[in-house]
């Protein structure tokens, strides 16, 4: 899982060219969206759609499912070895 | 009255916040680049990241513009010729690459051509007239008739400009599509328009816009509708070497702007900044034959003291 | 000073000509249909049927062009037909499109992509300004040719252009209007977005998922009181009102409470000396996407308050079809005045919980409709409003 993890936030750098960022800055249950967490956008939310179905081959159809998957790399993960 | 208030460039020239562009300009040589500002002390960086470069470049030469006058702008027109190229190649390379429905929006989102007046009114939360002008190699006089239309209406500070960037895709349509020596080059400028004089030191007294098959008398037909001859030109900026020219000084700017369709912009800027290189120039004219078949025609006055 | 229609023209899913797309209104018939080419195939669109070339053919074109500038030809040259073009009248040329030639070039860039021989004239057609110039050359328009790219809102915008060059005496006439057609980049773009339907797409309604792509054209001829004094033209319609605002809130989606909207519509009621109790019918941009039709009524409920005159989107019959949707939905507002019509949004069931707004959904004639408010709303907040009047 922790494997899974740092993999995920290296990924989630790469796909939405936080350039300034290292998987170290990202904490596991930190809010991804709005402005508390990494300020993503509805944009990123696609994005992140993306990454799951391009390195998880994990198929989410309906954008407004993400909303619950993506609120931090805890749930991410979450899903990810609940669904592959 | 359409009088510049402020005008930035960035180009292949070492031309962003500079008093005056003549006195770094230099022919560009086999070894040009863009030179960029750092883009990171205009552009937050949740909004960077995402930005290609030809985005950072009107982001950043507007907001630049912004700080120069103050004035919160009421208009903003822009033209592009063939927009933003980097995530519209981009994106045709992922559809064209990717297999099953699941594709990264971002660069479809941003490949339209007015992905740059948008983000420009993003970025200084502009909620003003917002229009994104595209005609080829006269995308920026439109732009700017526009922008004047404006001022005529009544708009107080209108902001205006051009932007365009390079590919190296473009090389395989030179010598067939894209008939040019010169090399193939990004560039932004943008300016501010104001009815009132304050501190600028030009203003626009005319620019038209003509497509057609005939050209040959537009120059002297359109001076003559401004009560000058060409004789009157202390500068003529033009970008075909087939016009004969009869200027006091004839410039071709793409020597200094390298090529791309809205490089008449950067002459604008040279046209503007020249009446502070030399104190006794009056008119500066700028004859935009980039490509046949059109012509862009500028006649900047300097502002009488 | 008004400014005139003195001619319109239209193609889309829904018909060929104004006739047609009369006839469709009133038989209340969508256009959008199982896609027929392989890029559409999989997808309800609003597409016409004919291949490029057999455009040309049928149209009697004199130029081989991207869809996008064929369909543009097709509808300027409607809206054109009876004019005459003379010296003395200064005639110009602006046409809104997103993706210009893209459905021909982005077949070119296939090729080159897959090591075959792209065929590098045929990116001679992609440029958008392209396009324009080739509408102006067939309709023997020279000058002043100008394209618009604003995503959706191009054509309205054209259109407001094309008056503003009128009123200040640039212009006498103008043929304004919009243009585009479908591309495998525009499909694979509104998927890469999540907001397409693949049933038939519901504006307004709770349960709506998304957006039905179309493709077509829309263009106005727009003449001052002068001008029509030289051309002896009838009057069709005033345009008398039109305003662009952005919303300045996110890259795509709409400001919750529909700032650019309202400042839009707010702005064009201004210019036509018009308050909202004036409009009768509101031709709604109403994508279908859940974003825009909340926003978008919230908007008009900003506006209007509870007195919201009919209003309805005429996506559901001719899909949604970009750059040209202001074109379109113009040549549509102008039938309306005409007829008397209050025009049908398909496929309307559920009011939308938050603004509870219901639209027509019936095709009606004979009501007594002066003013006509149409909305079109682009990428990047670009929001323009076009009032359209009774003569």
């Known amino acids: 899982m922790s494997d899974l993890k740092e993999n995920l936030k290296a990924q989630i750098i790469e796909q939405l060219n936080l350039e300034d960022l290292t998987p170290a800055d990202i904490q596991d249950d930190a809010p991804l969206f709005g402005d508390q967490g990494l300020g993503l956008d509805s944009i990123d939310a696609l994005e992140f759609i993306v990454l799951l179905d391009a390195n998880y081959g994990i198929k989410i159809t309906d954008p407004n499912q993400g909303k619950e998957i993506f609120q931090s790399v805890n749930t991410l993960a979450d899903y990810i070895s609940k669904n592959q | ?305 | 000073m008004h400014i005139y229609v003195t001619g319109y023209g239209i193609i889309s899913s829904i018909g060929e000509n104004v006739e047609e797309t009369l006839h469709a209104l009133r038989s209340e018939k969508t256009g959008i249909r199982q896609g027929q080419k392989t890029y559409t195939e999989r997808f309800k669109v609003g597409e016409i049927r004919w291949s490029n070339n057999e455009l040309v053919e049928r149209f009697s074109l004199t130029q081989h062009a991207s869809r996008t500038a064929l369909l543009g030809m097709i509808a300027a040259k409607e809206a054109f037909k009876n004019h005459k073009l003379l010296a003395e009248i200064k005639t110009g040329l602006i046409s809104g499109t997103s993706v210009g030639g893209m459905d021909v070039s982005e077949l070119a860039y296939k090729d080159f992509l897959n090591s075959k021989t792209d065929d590098l004239n045929t990116y001679r057609n992609h440029p958008n300004g392209t396009t324009s110039e080739q509408i102006a050359k067939e309709l023997g328009i020279d000058g002043y040719v100008n394209t618009i790219s604003t995503a959706c809102s191009s054509a309205a915008n054209s259109i407001m252009l094309g008056a503003r060059m009128l009123l200040s005496g640039q212009l006498d006439r103008v043929v304004a209007g919009g243009t585009d057609g479908l591309s495998q980049f525009t499909i694979s773009g509104f998927r890469s977005l999540m907001i397409f339907d693949d049933e038939w797409c519901r504006p307004f309604d709770e349960t709506r998922k998304g957006l039905n792509l179309g493709e077509g054209a829309g263009f106005l001829v727009l003449e001052t009181e002068e001008t029509i004094r030289k051309t002896g033209k009838k009057p069709l319609a005033v345009l008398s009102g039109w305003s662009n605002a952005s919303d300045a809130y996110h890259q795509t989606a709409s400001s919750p409470e529909g700032l650019g909207a309202t400042l839009s519509m707010k702005g064009a009621l201004e210019v036509a000396g018009l308050k909202p109790e004036d409009i009768d019918y509101i031709n709604a941009h109403g994508t279908a996407t859940p974003n825009n039709d909340l926003s978008e009524s919230h908007g008009i409920r900003a506006i209007f308050g509870d007195a919201v005159p009919p209003f309805s989107s005429t996506k559901a019959y001719t899909g949604h079809t970009l750059a040209a949707s202001g074109g379109i939905e113009a040549v549509l507002g102008i039938l309306a005045l005409h007829n008397g019509s209050l025009l049908p949004n398909l496929n309307f069931s559920q009011a939308i919980e938050e603004t509870r707004l219901t639209p027509i959904k019936n095709y009606s004639e004979g009501h007594e409709i002066k003013h006509i408010l149409s909305n079109s709303f682009g990428f990047g907040g670009n929001n323009s409003t076009i009032i359209l009047s009774k003569i």
């Open chain 2, 1 to 305: 009255m359409y009088f510049i208030q402020h005008i930035e460039s960035i180009t292949h020239q070492d031309s962003f916040r500079k008093e005056n562009l003549w006195s770094n300009l230099k022919p560009l040589d086999s070894d040009h680049a863009l030179i960029s500002p750092d883009y990171k002390s205009y552009i937050p960086a949740a909004t960077l990241r995402r930005l290609s470069t030809i985005l950072r470049m009107g982001i950043t030469a507007s907001k630049e513009c912004q700080e120069k006058v103050f004035t919160e702008f009421d208009s903003i027109s822009v033209g592009t010729g063939l927009g933003c190229l980097t995530d519209t190649e981009k994106f045709l390379l992922t559809i064209n690459t990717v297999s099953g429905d699941i594709l990264s929006p971002t660069a479809f989102i941003q490949s339209t051509h007015n992905t740059i007046s948008g983000q420009i009114s993003l970025d200084l939360k502009n909620h003003a007239y917002n229009m994104t002008h595209t005609q080829n190699a006269i995308s920026f006089e439109v732009a700017l008739t526009d922008a004047m239309l404006c001022v005529y209406e009544g708009k107080k500070s209108v902001l205006t400009g051009a932007a365009d960037e390079a590919i190296s895709f473009l090389e395989r349509l030179r010598g067939t599509l894209i008939k040019t020596t010169h090399p193939f080059t990004s560039g932004v400028t943008f300016a501010v328009i104001s009815p009132n004089k304050n501190q600028s030191i030009a203003h626009i007294q005319a620019c038209e816009v003509l497509v057609s098959d005939q050209t040959e008398n537009a120059v002297p037909e359109f001076l003559k509708k401004h009560r000058c001859e060409l004789k009157d030109a202390d500068l003529i900026l033009e970008a075909g070497e087939q016009f004969a020219s009869t200027g006091k000084k004839h410039v071709n700017f793409l020597t200094y702007s390298g090529y791309y369709q809205s490089a008449s912009a950067f002459a604008f800027h040279l046209a503007h900044d020249w009446f502070i290189e030399n104190k006794t120039a009056q008119k500066a004219l700028i004859i935009n034959n980039l490509e046949s078949g059109k012509l862009g025609l500028t006649l900047l006055s300097r502002n009488e003291a």
